[in-house]
């Protein structure tokens, strides 16, 4: 069965960081490009990173430039997403999706065929 599975959430202090990961299983993520969204309550889920399927190119939302890094371990069937300079702000489920799509339209939650059930980040003082 074809699954995406995250891990890495938690509790962090304004400032901290933290890991998350996105490992699949039943499939292999080459070629796929990968999405990572988040969910605050009462909020739309929003676009965070992609990252391309084939050169590992990346986009960042506006929010996150500069503090968020998303990188892929093909060997490892897995994708990172490192969060730095965390702000209460990013407070969220964050949650990955894999497709074979374009970057470009990357953050249209409509074009995904897998996600993971999300993991909890919770940046507080």
């Known amino acids: 069965q074809a699954q995406l599975v995250e891990s890495g959430g938690g509790v962090v202090q304004p400032g901290g960081s933290l890991r998350l990961s996105c490992a699949a299983s039943?499939?292999?993520?080459?070629?796929?490009?990968i999405g990572w969204f988040r969910q605050a309550p009462g909020k739309e889920r929003e676009g965070v990173s992609c990252?391309?399927?084939?050169?590992?190119?990346?986009v960042y939302a506006s929010s996150v430039k500069g503090r968020f890094t998303l990188s892929r371990d093909n060997a490892e069937n897995t994708v990172h997403l490192q969060m730095d300079s965390l702000r209460p702000e990013d407070t969220a489920v964050y949650y990955c999706?894999?497709?074979?799509?374009?970057?470009?339209?990357?953050?249209?939650?409509?074009?995904?065929?897998?996600w993971g059930q999300g993991a909890q980040v919770t940046v507080s003082s």
């Open positions: 039943g499939f292999t993520l080459d070629g796929y490009a």
């Open positions: 999706a894999a497709a074979e799509l374009s970057l470009y339209v990357c953050y249209d939650i409509n074009r995904y065929d897998y």
């Open positions: 990252i391309n399927g084939r050169d590992g190119a990346t």
